[in-house]
């Protein structure tokens, strides 16, 4: 397998020269994010993924882990990576420094968490989680569980999970039926739940679960869930680890990918009940661990642009030196030479930054929206997050699958033969789109909850700073902006006619039935912003005579390629949205 080198490089254009560090700089509390300072960590993240992350994903994908006597035994190394990271504090990157964070922004920590899922994905999700476990308990902890639980959640000590789905519920959350028992000033959780990623491992000494589960004449469906801390070991007064609590993994999951990540089938309460601790109010649990799945929506977008960029740069670098045939003065010629893989590679590229700036101003937009000092900012900035959540983990979980599909392509036969380590990341990729609520219930809640629900405000003003960039590129007399310019109209005005017919004409069983193609188109539109908001600063960056002249010029031509091979792709969406509900609810079941 290729070796990955972080793309920090382009990770400095997207923050720096797209202005996204200043717009979180001057957030309360992020004042100290200098450029030298994010740059740094940076570098650092760099390292510890490229050195010590990268080199045991291949290894660990062909080990896989064991379930052992109630004990799930980690892939050679992993454990030694996961010391070395929380010893680095990377962990607590964005937390609160009351609980032992570092305070820096969330554009930070997801650039350095880009760098941990490109290299080791299966390893990176076991952090993700912990990341998310931090949100939900700073969000709705009580003081007493924020003291026993949160620094040590917060420094990585301890990892966190989260658990929700039961063998007969799968998505239907509310169908759940783990019960929870009250015993004095806790809970005994009884009940199974499946799917649990690093539900069980020997990484940390300690692991706290997030638990769903009902309690006695709980009204029925998710109006009925509560919440819990469950943990593996109970946690004394003093902070030291008690008794082991009544919880174990039964069974490990055999799957396609992401096979370093051990998905636990979990046992709570065989021996009288797993001692837990409600979190938030009674029946209210599904919307306190909604705080954790956005959490985890925004990041599992991440993962996507995250194995894209690794697939991506096996592919080019194995093109470099494939040889396919002579030239015309009879030297060897690499395929990236010929005219069909330079295309399938700017594709890949393409996407990729378009991703990666989407990300990177949705984890921008998340850091005004918790810290804003003007409550107007905080709720706009929010209303933009949510708008954006879904096209994020969707958009960005699809491409990831079609881009490390096609640097399989790129290896040609070599791709399909597991020692090259580009079937690796197709493999790993897949989970994306199945994670956290599939892709089609993220476009479900976009069309009918981002949409829909407040009559299009949220999307239309998205809506109106897409169409505001044609001022911009007009202003310029540049050929690549006017080509830019020119791709992005048409499909902004695209975008806005699917926004317009969902909001006058549809029922809402018609506006599911084009929920998917809505969310590409608008992926697809929301990503050709970006790269046009590339473009205009790498063409400024340019005309003030800035160093890194070819490093410029390339991020025109590959925002110039997205709008004129990707962009026209958002037109043919909109039939799809606006029509394809016939067909889709007229067929009979039986005629499947």
Request: one cysteine or more; hydrophobic letters at 45%; aromatic letters at 6%.
């Amino acid at each position: 397998m290729i070796p990955y080198n972080a793309p920090i490089r382009d990770m400095r254009f997207v923050m720096h020269d797209l202005g996204l560090l200043d717009t979180v700089r001057v957030l309360p509390g992020c004042e100290d994010a200098s450029a030298d300072l994010v740059d740094a960590v940076l570098v650092e993240a760099g390292k510890l993924a490229g050195g010590m992350l990268a080199p045991i994903n291949a290894t660990g994908d062909a080990q896989g882990t064991v379930l052992e006597n109630g004990v799930v035994r980690s892939a050679d190394g992993f454990a030694d990576a996961y010391r070395a990271y929380v010893a680095g504090g990377w962990n607590a990157i964005p937390f609160d420094p009351a609980a032992g964070g570092q305070g820096l922004p969330w554009l930070v920590a997801l650039a350095a968490e880009e760098m941990w899922l490109s290299a080791n994905t299966a390893w990176a999700l076991c952090p993700m989680l912990t990341t998310g476990s931090v949100e939900l308990l700073s969000a709705h902890g009580t003081a007493a569980q924020k003291a026993t639980y949160l620094e040590k959640l917060v420094s990585g000590e301890w990892t966190g999970t989260m658990n929700l789905t039961e063998p007969q519920a799968g998505s239907d959350v509310g169908a759940l039926r783990c019960r929870a028992e009250p015993d004095g000033d806790h809970y005994r959780i009884i009940g199974q739940k499946i799917f649990i990623t690093w539900g069980e491992h020997d990484m940390t000494d300690n692991i706290v679960h997030m638990v769903l589960a009902r309690i006695p004449d709980a009204p029925p469906g998710s109006k009925g869930i509560s919440l819990f801390i469950v943990p593996k070991f109970l946690v004394n007064q003093d902070g030291s680890l008690g008794a082991r609590n009544d919880l174990r993994c039964v069974s490990l999951e055999h799957k396609m990918g992401i096979n370093a990540s051990p998905t636990c089938v979990m046992s709570f309460g065989d021996d009288g009940g797993a001692i837990g601790y409600l979190i938030g109010d009674e029946n209210r649990g599904l919307n306190c661990m909604f705080t954790m799945m956005n959490n985890a929506r925004i990041n599992v977008g991440l993962s996507g642009l995250a194995i894209a960029e690794r697939a991506y740069q096996q592919a080019r670098d194995f093109a470099r030196e494939r040889i396919q045939g002579k030239a015309a003065d009879g030297a060897p010629l690499p395929i990236i030479r010929y005219p069909d893989v330079r295309r399938m590679l700017l594709t890949m590229k393409a996407s990729i930054e378009a991703m990666r700036a989407l990300v990177f101003d949705a984890a921008a937009t998340l850091d005004r929206a918790k810290r804003s000092d003007d409550s107007e900012t905080r709720i706009e900035a929010q209303s933009r997050l949510d708008l954006l959540t879904p096209v994020v983990k969707a958009w960005c979980t699809d491409l990831g699958v079609e881009i490390a599909s096609l640097g399989v392509q790129v290896h040609g036969g070599m791709g399909f033969i597991e020692e090259t380590g580009a079937a690796q990341h197709l493999r790993d990729s897949r989970i994306g789109p199945i994670y956290e609520g599939t892709n089609g219930i993220q476009a479900a809640d976009l069309v009918a909850r981002k949409v829909l629900r407040d009559g299009g405000a949220a999307a239309k003003s998205y809506i109106a700073e897409l169409q505001a960039l044609d001022g911009l590129l007009a202003a310029s007399d540049d050929e690549t902006l006017a080509a830019i310019r020119r791709h992005l109209g048409a499909a902004a005005e695209a975008l806005d006619a699917a926004t317009g017919w969902l909001l006058e004409f549809a029922e809402i069983d018609h506006a599911l039935a084009g929920a998917t193609p809505y969310l590409r188109l608008f992926g697809t539109v929301a990503g050709g912003a970006m790269m046009a908001r590339s473009a205009l600063a790498a063409q400024s960056a340019l005309r003030n005579g800035g160093d890194d002249h070819d490093f410029y010029r390339a991020k025109l031509t590959t925002a110039r390629f997205y709008a004129e091979n990707i962009l026209p792709l958002a037109g043919a969406l909109v039939a799809p949205v606006c029509e394809g509900h016939g067909a889709v609810l007229a067929f009979a079941e039986d005629q499947f």
